[in-house]
């Protein structure tokens, strides 16, 4: 089974600069989270998505970042403008809804390595 | 006070030695409890689901204390490849929000 896929696995760009990255989860899993790791730091979760509807963007900065999931599949994230604080790793994780089929385990993608300059 | 709090360590062990992590949390609704393991510069993995009962896989035994609001991983007969940053997860109810601890960082040397 493919597992939770991400890009770019690196990114480098100044402060202001915008970056976007994409997401696409395990197949026939319908929550889709994007969590931002500082080094040293636990995942922080950014939002979740049940399908294509928001669930939690508690910790979302919404004056820079977005995040979307048109079609209740892939997902990107934007960050514009690009602070030095943003620099993290974005992972992007799926879960089933269903229980019986370990709902509760989530499943990350290896992340999108981000350094703003 | 965080959600989750656990020890950042590092824990350092020979091989063979016995190391317990603990871990709190705030929010006496949560209702799940895992303990995932995440490798230098990778993604974190389900390591085990805690249950009331307490569980066991191999040389890894999780607890959880509801009233005292503590979660546990003991592993017995440290390997090298043991060596990780361990982290504490709770959720609540409802849809499934997972908060992560800022994981303990366990070195297991020969």
């Known amino acids: 089974e493919a597992g939770v896929a991400q890009s770019p696995r690196y990114k480098i760009i100044e402060k202001r600069q915008s970056v976007a990255f994409w997401c696409n989860p395990i197949?026939?899993?319908?929550?889709l989270y994007w969590y931002q790791q500082i080094l040293g730091q636990g995942p922080k979760l950014l939002i979740q998505?049940?399908?294509?509807?928001?669930?939690?963007d508690s910790q979302l900065p919404k004056d820079r970042f977005s995040a979307e999931r048109l079609k209740g599949v892939d997902s990107t994230l934007k960050i514009q403008p690009a602070k030095l604080e943003d620099s993290a790793v974005y992972l992007c994780?799926?879960?089933?809804?269903?229980?019986?089929?370990?709902?509760?385990?989530?499943?990350f993608g290896e992340g999108s390595w981000l350094t703003v300059v | 006070r965080k959600e989750v709090e656990q020890d950042p360590g590092p824990f350092n062990v020979p091989e063979g030695a016995t190391v317990a992590f603990n871990c709190t949390y705030s929010?006496?609704?949560?209702?799940?409890f895992f303990w995932y393991r995440q490798d230098c510069r990778k993604e974190p993995k389900l390591l085990m689901s805690?249950?009331?009962s307490g569980n066991e896989d191999g040389r890894f035994t999780a607890q959880l204390n509801r009233a005292s609001q503590y979660i546990s991983l003991l592993i017995r007969d440290s390997k090298l490849s043991d060596s990780a940053t361990y982290l504490c997860?709770?959720?609540?109810?409802?849809?499934?929000?997972?908060?992560f601890g800022t994981g303990t960082r366990l070195l297991v040397s020969p």
């Open positions: 994780a799926s879960s089933p809804v269903d229980r019986s089929q370990g709902g509760n385990t989530i499943y």
């Open positions: 197949s026939g899993h319908a929550t």
């Open positions: 998505f049940q399908n294509n509807g928001v669930v939690d």
């Open positions: 929010n006496s609704a949560s209702q799940s």
């Open positions: 805690v249950y009331s």
């Open positions: 997860v709770v959720s609540g109810t409802g849809f499934q929000k997972l908060v």
